[in-house]
């Protein structure tokens, strides 16, 4: 499902020099498999999500998701594949604030082709325990209910492939556990492969797969 071959990412720093972020020689995800990623903060987890989503493009290497290489693709090319083959659960929600809850799950469908099913917005909703909730915007609702809607809206175009950044860091320790089951139970049921980022012991326990980026990531080899 998820190919990462020889995979560099570095950025500009003022001078002139380039900071490496990423050398990962391989990678794989499995159709359906569920893995934790797990890293100390600035090791480039999040740079390593938004190459494998097409947000950001690395310097070299190939980034093959459910067959195709998406660095090969121009950016609306990955805008559309994103769109269509990933979900992608912010830390940060990303919610639009003027918009409903089920109008934010129904926008998550907007940017596939022919994907727009009211239906099934609803019915991840309902998922979520927020079936109450579609009418009220994210300022009406909770932290924890805010994760959950975006949730909803990563799994609203069934998706091959779910990705998701630190999904518990912004909700209370009691909604933890809530978020990280409904997103592992969606993707066993959907055949969704799942790969998670996490900095909580309770959230790596619920994994069978854990990886550490330091053992993929040749750049600490030196360090």
Do not use: W
Not at 66 to 71: H, K, N, Q
Not at 158 to 165: F, K, N, S
Not at 209 to 223: G, M, R, T, Y
Request: net charge neutral.
């Amino acid at each position: 499902m998820l190919h990462l071959e020889n995979v560099k990412k570095s950025f500009d720093q003022q001078g002139g020099s380039r900071l490496t972020i990423l050398d990962i020689p391989e990678f794989r995800l499995e159709k359906g498999e569920q893995v934790v990623l797990m890293g100390r903060s600035g090791c480039g987890k999040t740079t390593m999500l938004h190459v494998i989503a097409g947000i950001s493009t690395p310097d070299s290497g190939i980034v093959k998701i459910d067959g195709l290489d998406i660095t090969r693709l121009p950016e609306a090319g990955r805008d559309r594949f994103r769109a269509e083959k990933i979900g992608y659960v912010f830390q940060t929600f990303n919610l639009l604030s003027g918009f409903t809850a089920l109008e934010n799950v129904v926008l998550g469908m907007s940017f596939a082709r022919n994907r727009f099913d009211r239906e099934r917005a609803l019915s991840l909703l309902d998922r979520v325990g927020l079936a109450d909730r579609a009418s009220h915007r994210p300022g009406q609702l909770s932290v924890g209910q805010q994760q959950r809607v975006a949730v909803a809206r990563a799994l609203a175009n069934r998706p091959r492939l779910l990705l998701a950044d630190e999904p518990t860091a912004n909700v209370d320790p009691a909604s933890q556990e809530v978020v990280v089951d409904l997103i592992r139970q969606t993707c066993k049921e959907e055949e969704i492969s799942l790969l998670l980022v996490t900095h909580a012991p309770e959230v790596m326990e619920q994994f069978d797969k854990k990886v550490k980026l330091e053992d993929v990531n040749q750049i600490f080899e030196s360090a």
